[in-house]
């Protein structure tokens, strides 16, 4: 089983403006911890997540919708703080743009002292989004990750500016990061927005230097790239209809550690690939994020969905 670590939330959809400002708003369960818990087990994975959850209706209803998707909540936090709002825009390419109400919320106050003991059947953590960078979760985090390193840790940077702009709070958290992670997946919107003059391959290329056994990198719909030591292998996503790009990533992530939830050393795992077995791997994640996209917002696929999909492009 993965422990995720983060963020769970409300996002809210603009459906309709009406006459004198009034607002129409389509609210669905949301972060992208919470995503990707979720997406691990519809695709037939073993996952927990580990986060403040309020007592509040939004944490009541966040709480049912992960005992429905039969995501384990042994490692929930429960507090009487209240739920993270995020306002959500959608592009007419679909891209999504966020406006987030966070500040003394359940999952964003997470300190250290309200870390649970991590049991014996978590395989690995995954950390990722506002949650390592905002305090005090993002200490707490930190502390876990490095308490918690002789574990399999994945990490997804997930940038978001319009929570923390401060790209020198991210790059610290970041490179802290790297030194304990075991695989990293980040997509070429972050690193723009960390390093807008740097490549995006080049950066990845540096980061496979350190301590990562894989560093993946998502191009959108262009590319998928993982970087291991010296290899670069390259898998370019069959082209979807896209609705919007919500939870994209977040089911990429899910994707992959999918993947390794059956290995008993998932980093030995990412180390000893051969390549085809990689290109595999890229093709389901990149697959699994497909079908999130052709779907409003971030409504993630399960394995069946996946399977069919593969069959159909494989005739």
């Given at each position: 089983?993965?422990?995720?670590c983060?963020?769970a939330?409300?996002?809210f959809?603009?459906?309709?403006e009406?006459?004198s400002?009034t607002l129409e708003?389509?609210a669905?369960?949301g972060?992208?911890?919470f995503?990707?818990s979720?997406g691990m087990q519809?695709?037939?994975?073993?996952?927990?997540?580990?986060?403040?959850?309020s007592n509040?209706?939004l944490?009541?209803?966040?709480?049912?919708v992960?005992?429905?998707?039969?995501?384990?909540?042994?490692?929930?936090?429960h507090?009487g703080?209240?739920?993270t709002l995020?306002?959500?825009?959608v592009?007419d390419?679909?891209?999504?743009s966020?406006?987030?109400?966070?500040?003394?919320?359940?999952d964003?106050?997470?300190a250290?002292?309200?870390?649970p003991?991590?049991g014996d059947?978590?395989?690995?953590l995954?950390f990722g989004s506002?949650?390592?960078?905002?305090?005090?979760?993002?200490?707490?985090?930190a502390?876990?990750?490095?308490?918690?390193?002789?574990?399999?840790?994945?990490?997804?940077p997930?940038?978001r500016?319009?929570?923390?702009?401060d790209?020198a709070v991210?790059?610290?958290?970041?490179e802290?990061m790297l030194?304990?992670?075991?695989?990293?997946?980040v997509?070429d919107?972050?690193?723009?927005?960390?390093?807008?003059?740097a490549?995006?391959?080049?950066?990845?290329?540096?980061?496979?230097?350190?301590?990562?056994?894989m560093?993946?990198?998502?191009?959108g719909?262009?590319?998928a790239?993982?970087?291991?030591g010296?290899?670069?292998?390259?898998?370019?996503p069959h082209p979807?209809?896209v609705?919007?790009?919500?939870g994209?990533?977040?089911t990429f992530?899910?994707?992959?550690?999918t993947?390794?939830?059956?290995q008993?050393?998932p980093?030995?795992y990412?180390?000893q690939?051969?390549?085809?077995?990689?290109?595999?791997?890229?093709?389901?994640?990149?697959?699994?994020a497909?079908?999130t996209c052709?779907r409003?917002?971030?409504d993630l696929p399960g394995h069946d969905?996946?399977?069919?999909?593969?069959?159909e492009?494989?005739r």
């Amino acid at each position: 089983m993965f422990l995720i670590c983060g963020e769970a939330l409300y996002d809210f959809f603009l459906s309709e403006e009406g006459a004198s400002g009034t607002l129409e708003f389509d609210a669905r369960p949301g972060g992208s911890p919470f995503n990707v818990s979720i997406g691990m087990q519809r695709l037939g994975g073993a996952a927990a997540l580990l986060t403040g959850l309020s007592n509040d209706m939004l944490g009541a209803r966040l709480g049912a919708v992960l005992q429905a998707e039969r995501v384990n909540r042994d490692y929930l936090v429960h507090t009487g703080r209240r739920t993270t709002l995020s306002l959500v825009g959608v592009d007419d390419t679909g891209g999504p743009s966020y406006a987030f109400y966070g500040a003394g919320s359940a999952d964003c106050s997470l300190a250290e002292a309200d870390l649970p003991v991590i049991g014996d059947d978590v395989r690995g953590l995954h950390f990722g989004s506002y949650s390592i960078a905002v305090k005090p979760v993002a200490d707490a985090f930190a502390a876990l990750a490095t308490r918690e390193a002789g574990r399999f840790i994945s990490l997804d940077p997930n940038v978001r500016p319009t929570i923390e702009p401060d790209m020198a709070v991210w790059h610290q958290r970041i490179e802290a990061m790297l030194g304990v992670a075991d695989l990293v997946k980040v997509s070429d919107e972050d690193i723009a927005a960390l390093m807008p003059d740097a490549d995006p391959l080049e950066v990845v290329q540096d980061w496979a230097q350190r301590h990562p056994a894989m560093v993946v990198l998502t191009r959108g719909g262009s590319e998928a790239v993982a970087v291991r030591g010296r290899d670069v292998v390259r898998w370019r996503p069959h082209p979807v209809t896209v609705v919007d790009t919500v939870g994209a990533g977040d089911t990429f992530m899910a994707a992959l550690l999918t993947v390794l939830d059956g290995q008993d050393d998932p980093a030995g795992y990412l180390g000893q690939m051969g390549i085809k077995d990689i290109e595999a791997m890229l093709r389901y994640a990149a697959t699994a994020a497909g079908i999130t996209c052709s779907r409003r917002g971030a409504d993630l696929p399960g394995h069946d969905d996946v399977a069919a999909m593969l069959a159909e492009r494989a005739r």
